[in-house]
């Protein structure tokens, strides 16, 4: 089954479903990429302080599958913003991944320099290397700056988003300026056991408390990126296409939203 496609501001569209490769070193992210493409994904979510471009880019080639099928984001590392090196290191992405370009390149955290980091995203789109730009962890009033400060409004804002934490004033923000938003920690990190909804939703489904997880943010129209290197669970990641939650069940996990953080809060991190 094809996933769907979502359409950016820029006319241009992002898989809705990805494989996130944070913390797969060591070749398992290239077996776990060419597992994933195997099967039918088409979308791959790396940033440089992974330390698996390379990796990445091996298996895209390895795959057998052509490089215009495969929609492929990267980010520019919080050290490189605040040094105004953004446009170095999308050439430095560029030449691990040894591709001709990203579909997608994101700030990775709205530090100091954001703006001029942004000014070089909108460069390298007009000069191809680069065919939609975007930004992650950022709040309301960052996404706000950069709509001021240029006139290029980020595609995507790629945030922490679960069943705990359903961040409706960034999504209003994003839903005001034309912004799709993506789900990092879509699956909570694997700690949705200990939510008994979704052993019981999942009952009443037939699926595994993972896919219903999955389904909740997809049926709101979230991209996510959940990450496995794990070839039965990325199979399993990937196959919610063919099932739909209940509205009940929708609402029932949307009131599970506490404002829980499994990750840095934008607010205050210190990297
Ligand atoms: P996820 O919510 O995707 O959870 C990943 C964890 O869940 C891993 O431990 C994985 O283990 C486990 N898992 C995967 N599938 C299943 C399953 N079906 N059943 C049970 N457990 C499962 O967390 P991530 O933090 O990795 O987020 C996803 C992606 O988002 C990242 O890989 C990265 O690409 C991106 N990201 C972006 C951030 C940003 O600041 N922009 C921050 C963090 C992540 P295993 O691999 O062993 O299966």
Redesign the pocket.
Known sequence: MNTPDIRLNDNLSIPQIGL????ALDGQEVSAIKHALAVGYRHI???AIYHNEAGVGRAMRESGVSRSSIFLTS?VWNDEIRAGNTAAAIDSSLQRLKTEYLDLMLL??PVEGRIEGWRALIDARKAGKVRSIGV??FLAEHLDELSDATDVVPAIN?I?F?PWLKQPEIKSACDRLGIVVEA???????NFESEPLFAEVAKECEK?Q?QVVLRWALQHGIVI??????PS?IE??FNILDFELPATAMRRIDALDRNQRI?PDPYNFDF
Not at 20 to 23: H, R
Not at 184 to 190: C, D, H, I, K, S
């Open positions: 996130g490769v944070f913390q979510d790396t940033a980010k990775h955290w992650s962890n790629q922490e679960h990092w920690a879509p699956l909570m990190r694997g595994t993972a990126i959940p990450k496995s290197v794990n669970r399993e990641n990750g």
